[in-house]
């Protein structure tokens, strides 16, 4: 076939105009690009006049030179020897930066020669463009990292904090369930560690492989099929053209870490105990299984037994996730280590805070030991958090730093103890105006500069105070 009738068949029904033809002599003499075609041994078919010139070549004296006797560094030949494309990269000739592509030419599936552009651009244009590409590479990275931080296990047995004979004998038993390689479930109240202790088996027994988290509360109940088993191409309306491996994929070789089980929808559950039977995934819109290898933690403040009865949790799902089982004792049957969290959490925190570590009196000390912490370590955190902010200039924390529930519900029965003494919108101001107070006495009474540390207008900084009555002389420097 000719050249004419090629680039004819090329055009199709578009076919030849004035417009056309000037497009292709525009692009075989570009001013303002490079245009270089090879043929497969890497020797000049053509090259653009603005380039001859640059060279100091003659009209065509280019051609059966080899690309490199111009262009020492071009990447025509590897593009050759592996047909992969180019794009986007840096060339530097004779102290002039460009950027530049190169693409194979096939003709019936063998390499016929290959065609490169380079666009030559200003130093700060190609410094820009580097900077481009170094972000776009950073953030490639940063997700690569991402996704393999979120399938890893952060916590060890040796971060579990508790001394007590309840919370050691846990540890141990937890500690003989991982070398047992068995699933595991584990059960305890809203706050006990759960999480931490499923992190520690995994990084006791499998350190190393996937530990993929399912929170299963946050899926949504229409979707909780192709998140935990993948999906086929063309499975559902919005499913990506590639597919997608599941939760249960991601998690090969590894541990799969339910959270919250007892919120898995009793459509899947039935699917969800084959997997663990078999150990096997059918992807939705496929007709082919996958062998898998992986570890179940699951995770519950719930008495499965009970959802059970109720027909809300299946049985034969139960018996199969509940093989090995591990209960964490609350807080509150651990006094000797509330005192043992107490002294962490506030280093912790003061160090967080960047100030000064504080000490406790023997009278809140008390108070904390005999409050029943139905939040357990997460109660007493927040607790902790809010307490150290309402001291925040005071060395020590007193009676009337610690809020009222704390104290209240102490040393009476349960059907005395009054719900909380301050509500939460009273608490929040009164550790907003203590911080407040503790900036303004940092800064030594300047409001600028306290406005600056808090993050907040001058203006806002203003009507708090007259909200909260706090008065300082007016700064030296604000005068």
Partial sequence: MKGLEVIGATLGKYGFSRHIIAALKFFLRNPYETLIVTNADGRIEFLDRGSEKFFGLAQGEAKDLHIRELFPESSIPATLETRIPIVGRIFEIEDKKGVGSVYPLLENDKILGAVATLTFYSLEEVDRINSELGRLRRKVRYFEEKQRSEHAAIYSFGNILGTSSLMRDTIEIAKRISVLNSDVLIVGESGTGKELFAHSI????????????????????????????????????????????????????????????????????????????????????????????????????????????????RDDLYYRVAKASIFIPPLREREEDIRLCIDHFTRTICSSFRIPPKTWTNTVLTSFLQYDWPGNVRELINVLEQTILKAWTESTIEQHHVPGYIVSSNKLPDSDKPQFVRTFKEEAAANEKAVIESTLTRTNGNKREAARILGMARSVLYNKMHRYDIRVAQSKNES
């Fill in 202 to 313: 995994h990084d006791f027994s499998l350190k190393g492989q996937s530990f993929v988290k399912i929170n299963c509360p946050a899926i949504p109940f229409e979707l909780a099929e192709s998140e935990l088993f993948g999906y086929e191409k063309g499975a559902f309306s919005g499913a990506l053209s590639s597919g997608r491996p599941g939760k249960f994929e991601a998690a090969n070789d590894g541990t799969i870490f339910m959270d919250e089980i007892s919120s898995l929808p009793l459509s899947i559950q039935a699917k969800f105990l084959r997997v663990l039977q078999e150990r096997e995934v059918q992807r939705l819109g496929s007709t082919r299984t996958r062998r898998i290898n992986f570890r179940l933690i699951s995770v519950t403040n719930k008495d499965l037994k009970s959802l059970v009865r109720e027909g809300k949790f």
